[in-house]
C-alpha cells in the first residue's frame, strides 16, 4: 500500500527532517502493509525558495535507505520557478520522481496569465508522457476549486490527477463522472467524509494519503497537544482503520 501524501521540510516555523519523518513513518507502517511513501517537501512554499534548495532536500531524503518502506519525491512545482523560467522537463530529470505537487492557493496560480498557462501545459504533458500524477491540492474556495483546471483535464485526457483533501462535493462529482483519471486521496479528510466515499460507486478512485505530519504540526505545535511523530501517524492511518477502509484503499500503483 502506498501512502500517495507526505512532507518532509520547512512547515512554518517547524522544520521537518526527512530522517525523523521516515523513521516515524517505518515504526507503524509495516503493521498496516504501507511500503511505499510519495513526498514533497512544505520548503516548496518559502518565499525566497530556490529549486537548488529543493534538490539539496530531496538529495539527503533520497539517500535515506529503509528495509521498510520505499520513498519516492513529487516535485512541487511553484509559480517562482515559472518566473525564472526554468523548464519542468529538464528539473524532472534530476531524481525518480513519482509525480507533481500543485497548490494553488499557496503558489497563486493564474489562469489568464500566459506564462502560468504555459507551465501548466507542460506539467499536464509530463504526466501524460511518463504516466505519473499530479498531485493537486483542492478546495472550498474558489482558487482551490478544482474545476478551475477543467480545461487540462480535457487537453490531457491522459494525465492523471489526484485531488488532494478529497471530499465528494458536486464539483468532485462532476469531475469524476467525466473525467475517468482524476483520483482523490483521503489527507487530512474526515473519517465521515472518507465513508461517504468509499461507500461510493467512486470508491476505486480513492487514495490513500494522511498529509503526515501536517497533521503533527497542527496537533503539536499549534494545539500544544504531546504527541510524538510516531503516535501521529498511527493515528492519521487509524482515521481509515474506523472506517474500515484499509483493503480498500490499497491500491499499488494508479
Ligand atoms: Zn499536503
Known sequence: MIDYHIHIGQFRDHYYDSLEVFSAIEEFAEKIHISRIYYSSTSSCRSDVSLEKIEEEIAYAQSLISEKITQLPYLWWTTNYVEQNISIKSAMESFDYCGIKLHPLAHNWDLTDSKHIESLCQIF??????????????????????????????????????????????????LFDNYPNIYGDTACVDHNHIQTLMNSKYKHRILFGTDFPITHYWAHHLHGEHISLQEQYKRDCQILSKAGLYSDCSREEI
Not at 508522457?129 to 477543467?150: A, C, Q, T, V
Open 125 to 174: 504533458q509530463w504526466s501524460s508522457d511518463n504516466n505519473k500524477p499530479i498531485l493537486l491540492h483542492s478546495g472550498d474556495s474558489y482558487i482551490e476549486n478544482p474545476l478551475r483546471f477543467e480545461k487540462y483535464y480535457k487537453e490531457f485526457p491522459n494525465a492523471k490527477v489526484i485531488l488532494a483533501h478529497c471530499v465528494l462535493t458536486d464539483n468532485i462529482i462532476f
